[in-house]
Each structure stands twice: as C-alpha cells, then as structure tokens.
Nanobody
Framework: QVQLVESGGGLVQAGGSLRLSCAAS????????MGWFRQTPGKERKFVVG????????YYEDSVKGRFTISRDNAKNTVYLQMNNLKPEDTAVYYC???????????????WGQGTQVTVSS
C-alpha cells in the first residue's frame, strides 16, 4: 500500500502557474504508476495526466497538453504537476493517485490523496 499527500494548490490568475506536489509513503514508490485527477462540483473525477513508474512515459488529456507537465522523483517518493498558462476552466480539486496496475487508464487507480483546491480567476 501507499499513502499520498498533496500540496501546492491555491488561487492564481488566468495565465499564471502552479506546481502541485504529491508525497508518497509506504510501498516501493517506483513500482506504482502515478496520476493526477481533477473534479469540479457535480461532475465525475477526471483523469488528467499520468506517468509510468520509471517516469519514462507520460499521458496527457487533450485539454492540458502543452500546458501541464507531470514528473516524478523516485528518490524523493514524490510526483509533481507543473501547471502553466492556467485557465479558469482548470479550477477544480486536484487529486494525486497511484496504481500498481495499468496506469494509462483512470479506472485502475486505487490509492488516493486527500485533494488540493486549485482556483484560477479570470
């Protein structure tokens, strides 16, 4: 098992940047694919970005391609989400998640952080 704690959310103006971090503890971090999801009120949690255990392969949902970058530091048991050129529609609660199964699809993630709010003002 792995425990996840996010940090780095906040309020930013449109066009600005934020960096989210997710610190993991417990099992061997590099054996887990990692992802970031986001959720707005009344909507389902959506898989946004993912990264393989080694960090060598990534996935981006179309709306964030070219603006968001996921990375991981396995020595620090941490995954990051760099968000640039933020838009009001990026406003959501962002969740870090881990899977020891297929990481490229949202359904396989079975470990979750508590979430961190990102608010982008226009």
């Amino acid at each position: 098992q792995v425990q996840l704690v996010e940090s780095g959310g906040g309020l930013v103006q449109a066009g600005g940047s934020l960096r989210l971090s997710c610190a993991a503890s417990g099992d061997t971090f590099s054996s887990y694919g990692m992802g970031w999801f986001r959720q707005t009120p009344g909507k389902e949690r959506k898989f946004v970005v993912g990264i393989s255990g080694s960090g060598g392969t990534t996935y981006y949902e179309d709306s964030v391609k070219g603006r968001f970058t996921i990375s991981r530091d396995n020595a620090k048991n941490t995954v990051y989400l760099q968000m640039n050129n933020l838009k009001p529609e990026d406003t959501a609660v962002y969740y870090c998640a881990a899977t020891n199964s297929e990481w490229t699809t949202g359904w396989s993630y079975n470990y979750w952080g508590q979430g961190t709010q990102v608010t982008v003002s226009s």
